[in-house]
């Protein structure tokens, strides 16, 4: 390629384009380099639904209001503090912006949503999901001029003194170097690289499923580490929850994810509860359990529930494993028949009398056991009773890029890049230390991809 791009753009999801619209609405000649194809354009954020932000309640597509102090709380709290105050005060302060600034770029939004999953006041639900958002974001790229390559993975990154120089491409067959004045990092973080992931989680990580794309690999990451460019967030974080396992290796989605947990209880393969399932509402409460389920024997658990919360959650793709009494339940589950009835009559026996109220923490709780359970503890007697086998979900690993408030990467000895931004997945441990808030990897993604498609323009242009 023989012209120096303005920006060049690694990667082909929410944060890359965010970054390429708004440099190529800055007047800057812009290229995006998408390693996946175009069918597989858009990496996880094809698999997405909503993004939270803070907001005063008049929204149409929200219930609200949603305080950005309440938003910062949630982020503390689900996180143990262990976040950079002032990204994550900013994250937030810009998550204001977005409804509008999405609604300008042509992605549209859904009305609130109410039920189990509680998120009408603080997510806004794209209209057509992520591939919907995608194809909006792509539809404004290709409008404003922004030219994307698809098929063409990174393979290698020119950086002289923390400068940018080019991107060497595979595509059609051909190695490209392709030139710029400034390089936005989106591409992603590692998990999809089960050698990456045993480098910490060892064999276990044999038994993990990936629920997004297979293509976000960390070769980018690898490279920027490589080049020197400052880490941040501890490489055994992610965010992984809780799915079916019988869910395929990789790209199983959304439709592979399990919201029962908080109605019944969790077991392991030996038949024994592991965690409080009742610890606090679905949406902040989630993300942990793909980790807890990594940490028991085989990486397997499994979630016991009856007829009477079978209809209170969105089932799985695949059907609930069903049988007439525990014993049965457990033949079917390959468990051990004994354990598992000693377990569930165990747990029975420790139920408090108390008002069920899955949309708040309820006053339904156990006591006397070793891991009680503290809110929506109903007893498990009514058959039928029914089985999900679940597995870690991982969907995406903090290890990432350190950035500064203008999402600028910052070298391992502490100075700002000179033309290196990054956003997204790539830098989301900045921002989250551990822990997740639903929605919050797309507001990471949007509020750091318009800050580096500013940063980048604005380099690009003196
Ligand atoms: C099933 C599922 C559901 C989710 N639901 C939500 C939700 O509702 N709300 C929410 O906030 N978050 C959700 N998330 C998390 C969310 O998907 C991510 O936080 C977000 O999409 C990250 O955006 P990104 O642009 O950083 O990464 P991605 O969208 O994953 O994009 C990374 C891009 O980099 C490309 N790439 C990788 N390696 C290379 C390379 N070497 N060269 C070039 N390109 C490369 C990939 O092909 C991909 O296009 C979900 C994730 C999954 C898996």
């Known amino acids: 390629m023989q012209e120096t791009y303005d920006v060049v753009v690694a990667g082909g999801g929410n944060a890359a384009l965010c970054a390429a619209i708004t440099a190529a609405r800055a007047g800057c000649r812009v290229i995006v380099l998408e390693g996946a194809p175009e069918f597989y354009r858009g990496g996880n954020t094809r698999h997405t639904r909503n993004l939270r932000c803070a907001h005063d309640g008049t929204a149409p597509t929200m219930t609200g209001p949603y305080a950005q102090d309440e938003f910062l709380d949630d982020l503390y709290r689900v996180t143990g503090g262990q976040t950079d105050k002032v990204l994550a005060e900013l994250t937030i302060a810009k998550s204001r912006e977005l409804l509008s600034w999405m609604d300008e770029q042509g992605v549209r939004f859904q009305p609130p949503l109410g039920g189990t999953l509680s998120l009408g006041k603080t997510n806004a639900f794209f209209l057509g999901g992520g591939r919907g958002m995608l194809n909006a974001l792509y539809r404004r790229a290709e409008a404003l001029g922004v030219t994307c390559l698809y098929d063409a993975p990174l393979t290698a990154l020119t950086v002289e003194d923390g400068y940018f ?23 992603g973080g590692f998990e999809s690289n089960i050698e990456w992931l045993k480098q910490y989680w060892g064999e276990a990580a044999d038994n993990f499923l990936i629920r997004g794309t297979p293509y976000n690999r960390g070769d980018v990451l690898r490279m920027l580490l490589d080049k020197g460019v400052a880490p941040v967030g501890d490489p055994t ?19 592979t994810r399990l919201d029962s947990v908080v109605f019944g209880v969790m077991v392991n393969r030996e038949c024994n509860r592991f965690y ?4 606090d509402t679905w949406p902040k409460r989630y993300a942990i359990w793909g980790r807890l389920i990594a ?12 007829s009477r919360s079978i209809r209170m959650f969105m089932p799985s793709i695949f059907p609930a494993v069903e049988a007439g ?22 747990f029975n026996a420790a139920v408090k009398p108390g008002t069920f109220d899955h949309t708040v923490l309820d006053d339904c709780r156990t006591q006397g056991l070793a891991i009680d359970k503290t809110h929506w503890a109903r007893t498990i ?34 100075t700002p890049s000179g033309n290196m931004f990054a956003a997204g997945e790539i830098m989301a441990g900045n921002v989250l230390g551990k822990g997740y808030l639903a929605g919050i990897g797309m507001t990471i993604g949007a509020v750091f991809g318009r800050l580096a498609g500013q940063g980048a323009a604005a380099h690009a242009r003196n």
């Open 165 to 187: 120089v080019s991107a060497t491409v595979k595509y059609q067959g051909r190695e490209l170097e392709v030139r710029g004045k400034a390089l936005v990092a989106a591409a």
């Open 237 to 255: 974080q992610c965010h992984a929850v809780a799915i079916d396992a019988r869910a395929p290796r990789f790209d199983g989605g959304i439709a």
């Open 276 to 279: 409080d399932e009742g610890e």
């Open 295 to 306: 940490q028991q024997p085989g990486q397997i658990a499994y979630s016991i529930i009856d």
């Open 325 to 346: 009494t525990i014993r049965e339940l457990a033949g079917k589950l390959s468990l051990d028949p004994g354990a598992l009835e000693k377990t569930v009559n165990e």
């Open 381 to 414: 007697d009514r058959p039928p009773y029914y089985a999900y086998p679940l597995r870690p979900g991982i969907t995406f690993t903090y290890l990432g890029v350190r950035v500064n408030e203008e999402s600028r990467m910052v070298m391992a000895g502490g």
